[in-house]
């Protein structure tokens, strides 16, 4: 479902992703680990379409990204670490300007906007401007935003931030159920225990560089820690490649 071949994206001399090559099956929850400035984010940009790499080819559900933009997007639902919302338009509203975008009828979007505020807690709210929406809120409703035409793949950069606890197990819930579905969930977090409990597979990524790959087990063989949690194996991996 999704396929990186030979990625690299250069600002200037600095390469933030180096000839990264990545293949993510469909149903499959997909963690992408790594410290700050790995290249986490620029990948996630990347894979759906806000940015272009320097070198290499991004596949989305067998369209290529470069060669068809549009009909690559239209599979993906991308969720953002830092979403950017227009405030002055309420949370219907801004439902209804995604789902114009994604080309979902009314009758489709009014149904499906109905579930999603409810699964999110912000039916009460659906009238009010966003920018009364706490940070949270926001991130709840680009979540909504995200789902509303179906998409075959959800790419998402820091899924949990601004949530409260209730709300991130509904929302490891959600991926899972997607997955079950069909859906392919690649997903970037700093929140090591999410991913251990959430994820088939992790990559770890670090100065640019896919270092590990694999399930839990796996990445605790690589890491020669047979015993071991997440964080440890993390720690083990990205000091060794330093």
Known sequence: ???????????????????????????????????????????????????????????????????????????????????????????????KFTADLYGVPDEIYRKKARKYLAMFSLADWSDELIESYSHGMKQRLIMSAALLHEPEIIIVDEPMVGLDPAAIIMVKELFQSLARNGVTVFMSTHTLAVAED????????????????????????????????LEKVFLNLTNTAN
Do not use: W
């Open 1 to 95: 479902m999704i396929e990186l071949k030979e990625i690299t994206k250069k600002y200037g001399d600095f390469r933030a992703v180096d000839n990264l090559n990545l293949t993510v099956d469909q149903g499959e929850i997909f963690g992408f680990l790594g410290p700050n400035g790995a290249g986490k984010t620029t990948t996630i940009k990347m894979i759906a379409g806000v940015l272009e790499p320097s070198v290499g080819t991004i596949t989305i559900c067998g369209i290529d990204m470069l060669r068809q933009p549009e009909a690559a997007k239209r599979k993906i639902g991308f969720i953002p670490d830092r979403p950017y919302l227009y405030e002055k338009l309420t949370g219907m509203e801004f439902l």
């Open 198 to 229: 959430t994820c088939d597979r992790i990559g770890i990524i670090h100065h640019g560089h896919l270092i590990a790959s694999g399930t839990t087990a796996d990445l605790r063989r690589e890491a020669n820690v047979t015993d071991a949690d």
